[in-house]
């Protein structure tokens, strides 16, 4: 270094000295000699070969592409060198890297996304630090605001998310706009992700094909359940696909719930009626697979459901299909004892309910039309004698010549006024346009 800015090594020429830099791995001189001959691309590399200064690197390359002093081709030399060692750059530090693409390079993500093919984990972190980012600041690639995250590459980030983190992708796309559904949709049906399925289905208003597919994923459920319900099976394995099967049965009175209230009764009463159907069905099958230990788990899932049913389904309807069920019609009374005791305690709680809601209505209702009443026929005493606007007297309006001042207002603190005053008060311009109308009121207290 001090050698060549002494200039001992000026007659053996830039392009020698280069070469010989390189080869040693003096870096620091080759940072100066790229940098003199606008060899910009060679720069970055030679940021990245360097341990020690690597880190300098983010800084340049904001310089670069952003500063208006260099010219295009530069930058785009940059940028070329940008996409051919992006692993790195990424491996690095991901949020810079993410926060340059956006600023300078946001039209080359697919090539980006190219070069770590390889890496689906890669791609997922480097895609999500983009989406993070533009959700910071949704201003920065469109220049302006809005979202600047574009269809194209979010449909990207949901089949990377399907792909490493499919438990995220029910939470993403309900909390989150601007993909497109019908993809989406496609892409969760390919990775077989049941729950945002019915979401996007359910969301388009096709409700039939999603509790189709909620059914199915039930369906499966059960079988695992009853596979696991077998006395050899272990505690561990029947507990796990206990708790999976609930889950989608709570996924399943949650969808029916929501979606029937933009039903008629008719359509809601067969809805419910096939999840019951196909529960009673199911808990035929456990008490022919399973020992006494494990019977009462599908019929305690049972009744949470008849509860959920309980106001979106004449009770009478489920009552008569259950004791007609071949699962219910033989056995011990006290197996069907507790399920129409969850039913009818339900159905009391529901009855207590609208009872108490009307009761506290009618009472309501009641008191403001008792106080209405009483304030209605209750005798108002005139305080004053004199009119507070006009300063004439009240006594003489009724055989006053002045037809006008012959009615007279009285409010119920006991003010009165001639009611043309009030008339002219109410027709005087109001300082404010906010200010209520003055006549409804009492001049002098602001009385209603």
């Not at 574009?150 to 089949?159: G, N, R, T, V």
């Not at 561990?236 to 029916?256: G, P």
């Not at 209750?378 to 006009?390: G, L, P, R, Y």
Request: glycine content about 4%; hydrophobic content about 40%.
């Amino acid at each position: 270094m001090e050698l060549y800015h002494s200039g001992v090594l000026k007659h053996i020429g830039d392009k020698l000295v280069m070469k010989l830099a390189e080869t040693a791995k003096f870096f620091r001189l080759c940072e100066i000699l790229y940098e003199k001959h606008n060899m910009y691309d060679k720069l970055l590399n030679c940021y990245l070969d360097d341990s020690l200064r690597k880190g300098y690197i983010f800084g340049f390359l904001q310089r670069v592409l952003i500063s208006p002093l260099y010219e295009e081709a530069d930058r785009q030399l940059v940028r070329d060198a940008f996409i051919v060692r992006f692993a790195d750059l990424l491996a690095l530090d991901r949020a810079k890297t993410a926060q340059l693409t956006v600023s300078s390079l946001w039209n080359d993500v697919p090539r980006l996304l190219k070069v770590i093919s390889s890496d689906i984990m890669g791609q997922y972190l480097f895609v999500k630090a983009l989406f993070d980012f533009v959700l910071r600041t949704p201003s920065t690639a469109t220049g302006s605001e809005g979202t600047a995250f574009p269809m194209e590459y979010h449909d990207i980030f949901i089949e990377l998310m399907c792909q490493v983190r499919p438990d995220t992708v029910y939470d993403h796309i309900r909390s989150n706009d601007g993909f497109d559904a019908d993809r989406a949709l496609e892409v969760c049906r390919k990775y077989g992700l049941v729950k945002p399925m019915a979401y996007l289905l359910e969301k388009r208003g096709d409700a039939d094909q999603a509790l189709d597919i909620l059914m199915e994923e039930f369906n499966r459920m059960v079988c695992h359940y009853l596979v696991s319900q077998r006395d050899e099976a272990s505690t561990e394995e029947y507990e796990k696909t206990l708790h999976a099967t609930t889950d989608t049965a709570r996924l399943v009175m949650d969808f029916c719930q929501r979606v029937g209230m933009k039903m008629d009764q008719p359509s809601r009463e067969k809805m419910w009626l096939r999840v019951l159907e196909f529960m009673l069905s199911a808990i035929k099958s456990t008490d022919a697979t399973c020992g006494d230990s494990r019977k009462s788990d599908l019929r305690i899932l049972c009744v949470d459901l008849l509860k959920c049913m309980t106001g979106h389904v004449d009770l009478l309807v489920f009552l008569k299909l259950i004791l007609e069920d071949p699962a219910y019609r033989h056995g011990k009374f006290g197996e069907l004892r507790d399920l129409l005791l969850g039913i009818v305690d339900a159905y009391s709680y529901e009855t207590i309910l609208l009872s108490s809601t009307r009761n506290l209505l009618y009472r309501d209702i009641h008191n403001q039309i008792d106080r209405k009443k009483k304030s209605a026929s209750k005798a108002i005493s005139v305080s004053n004698d004199t009119c507070k606007i006009c300063d004439m007297s009240l006594r003489i309006a009724s055989y006053s010549d002045d037809k006008e001042k012959t009615h007279l207002a009285v409010f119920r603190c006991g003010h009165a006024f001639h009611t043309v005053c009030l008339k002219n008060l109410q027709s005087t311009p109001s300082k404010s346009e906010k200010e209520p109308p003055r006549a409804f009121r009492c001049p002098e207290c602001k009385h209603p």
